[in-house]
């Protein structure tokens, strides 16, 4: 049996990760912000992938219900109106999720990827590492396992509070590809050493 993966978000992120985990044989189920379609997709699925503005991470949570024992993938990027790390290093957006749904396994991922990159897992053509931190090792475990089936080389990144450092990291992916360097989107970060 496959595993069930539910997106919430059909934008950027969710449909880019839809095509690459249906690529890879995971079943999929997509919803956009309406509360019955949130909640039954949540419902449905093992995993569960939050690929919405860091702002409606608290509503999508109240609107999937309970979620205890689900993996929730948060892949979000908290920023201000200037690109700059709208979070916090003391606690990171994921650890916030955390706390909103104490019950969930919440794992940070994909936030450091562009979505353009999402389905392939690759920046022109070469394999780009899939940051994956979680408290939860058998739902890292899974993440990492998702990842790898896109095309990923995924990464263990430590515990949950390590999302902070992955947001961070996020921010300055964006910073690269349209800040002053402007090197664009089709462009990804690769960690030597480990992984694979
Ligand atoms: N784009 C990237 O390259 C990229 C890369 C890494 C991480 N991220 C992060 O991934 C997240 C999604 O980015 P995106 O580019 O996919 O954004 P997007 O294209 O704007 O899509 C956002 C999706 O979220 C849904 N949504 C908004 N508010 C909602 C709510 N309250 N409840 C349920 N669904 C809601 C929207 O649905 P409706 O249209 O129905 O409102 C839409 O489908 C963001 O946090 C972003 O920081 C993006």
Do not use: C
């Amino acid at each position: 049996m496959s595993t069930k993966v539910a997106i919430v978000g059909k934008g950027n992120v969710g449909s880019a990760l839809q095509e690459g985990l249906q690529k890879a044989g995971y079943e999929v189920r997509t919803t956009g912000s309406d509360q019955e379609g949130v909640r039954a997709v949540g419902a449905w699925g093992d995993i569960i992938v939050l690929a919405v503005p860091a702002s409606a991470r608290r509503d999508v949570i109240e609107k999937l219900g309970d979620v205890s024992g689900k993996v929730v993938v948060d892949p979000t990027n908290l920023l201000k109106a200037d690109w700059s790390y709208a979070g916090d290093l003391d606690k990171s957006g994921a650890e916030e999720l955390q706390e909103w749904a104490p019950g969930a396994r919440v794992v940070k991922a994909f936030n450091t990827v562009f979505a353009r990159n999402m389905s392939t897992g690759r920046a022109r053509g070469e394999q780009i590492s899939l940051f994956v931190a979680g408290d939860d090792e058998d739902a890292k475990r899974q993440v990492m396992e998702m990842g790898r089936a896109i095309g990923f080389v995924p990464v263990d990144a430590g515990p949950l509070s390590h999302a902070r450092y992955l947001e961070v990291l996020g921010v300055f992916n964006i910073q690269l590809a349209y800040g002053s360097t402007k090197y664009g989107t089709d462009i990804g970060f690769r960690l030597v050493g480990v992984g694979g």
